[in-house]
């Protein structure tokens, strides 16, 4: 997302109406108010005002909307690009703080859905059995193999079936009737980490918290922030050419 796009869409004239403060005069009589100048004086105030309204409406959509505008600085970053002027922050700079704000954004709306994991995590790591490694990934060994063991640039070949805290399924290779085959470093973080773990032949259980798995955003039928927990079966390792 380029910030000239961002902008482009958010061309809008902040207009600002100072209206005059009541003037009272002596001896005391009821304050009174001059009526404020018509905002909308021609064409052009118009097309501004309706500008901003576009602005506001994308910058909702976006996820920007709860940002506290200040329009002072808002009216120089849009009239900087339709001026063709240089721009006071740069494009990586601009995308690197929009991002961060909407990831912070996002992880609030999500954050009863980490805490349950984080609490799940919490209890799950006193079960006899289970390992926790310095990232966090959690995992169990149901049987071991005797095979060899992937590292990340090597393409593993495994059976699988994922669910929520809740037992909810959403994703099983039996579903497709055939194995997964992807490369090691191409998955989620948590299946990179534990599957290095694992010798061809075993079955291990993932308890992978949301940070090594699909972050703060929905992906199909599993909800921002959400734990998950996968049984693999690691039926043969490809190794890089």
């Given at each position: 997302?380029?910030?000239?796009i961002l902008l482009g869409m958010m061309l809008a004239m902040f207009i600002s109406v100072n209206a005059q403060p009541p003037k009272t005069v002596k001896p005391p009589v009821k304050a009174v108010v001059k009526p404020a100048a018509p905002v909308l004086k021609t064409t052009?105030?118009?097309?501004?005002?309706?500008?901003?309204?576009?602005?506001?409406?994308?910058?909702?959509?976006?996820?920007?909307?709860?940002?506290?505008?200040?329009?002072?600085?808002?009216?120089?970053?849009?009239?900087?690009?339709?001026?063709?002027?240089?721009?006071?922050?740069?494009?990586?700079?601009?995308?690197?703080?929009?991002?961060?704000?909407?990831?912070?954004?996002?992880?609030?709306?999500?954050?009863?859905?980490?805490?349950?994991?984080?609490?799940?995590?919490?209890?799950?790591?006193?079960?006899?059995?289970?390992?926790?490694?310095?990232?966090?990934?959690?995992?169990?060994?149901?049987?071991?193999?005797?095979?060899?063991?992937?590292?990340?640039?090597?393409?593993?070949?495994?059976?699988?079936?994922?669910?929520?805290?809740?037992?909810?399924?959403?994703?099983?290779?039996?579903?497709?009737?055939?194995?997964?085959?992807?490369?090691?470093?191409?998955?989620?973080?948590?299946?990179?980490?534990?599957?290095?773990?694992?010798?061809?032949?075993?079955?291990?259980?993932?308890?992978?918290?949301?940070?090594?798995?699909?972050?703060?955003?929905?992906?199909?039928?599993?909800?921002?922030?959400?734990?998950?927990?996968?049984?693999?079966?690691?039926?043969?390792?490809?190794?890089?050419?």
């Amino acid at each position: 997302m380029k910030k000239i796009i961002l902008l482009g869409m958010m061309l809008a004239m902040f207009i600002s109406v100072n209206a005059q403060p009541p003037k009272t005069v002596k001896p005391p009589v009821k304050a009174v108010v001059k009526p404020a100048a018509p905002v909308l004086k021609t064409t052009s105030d118009s097309l501004s005002y309706v500008l901003g309204e576009v602005a506001a409406f994308n910058l909702i959509q976006q996820g920007l909307g709860g940002i506290k505008v200040n329009g002072t600085a808002f009216l120089k970053g849009m009239t900087d690009i339709t001026g063709k002027k240089p721009t006071q922050v740069n494009d990586v700079a601009a995308n690197d703080m929009l991002n961060k704000y909407l990831s912070q954004e996002q992880e609030k709306k999500v954050q009863p859905v980490i805490e349950e994991g984080k609490k799940f995590l919490a209890q799950n790591k006193l079960k006899a059995g289970v390992k926790t490694t310095a990232s966090g990934l959690q995992y169990e060994v149901i049987s071991e193999g005797t095979g060899i063991k992937p590292t990340a640039v090597d393409t593993f070949v495994c059976n699988y079936r994922g669910t929520l805290i809740n037992g909810t399924e959403f994703d099983a290779s039996a579903k497709r009737n055939q194995p997964l085959t992807m490369p090691v470093n191409k998955v989620i973080r948590g299946w990179t980490e534990g599957l290095q773990l694992m010798s061809v032949g075993s079955k291990y259980k993932f308890y992978i918290p949301y940070d090594l798995g699909y972050g703060t955003n929905d992906q199909g039928m599993i909800p921002g922030g959400s734990l998950l927990i996968f049984d693999v079966e690691l039926l043969d390792v490809k190794k890089k050419q």
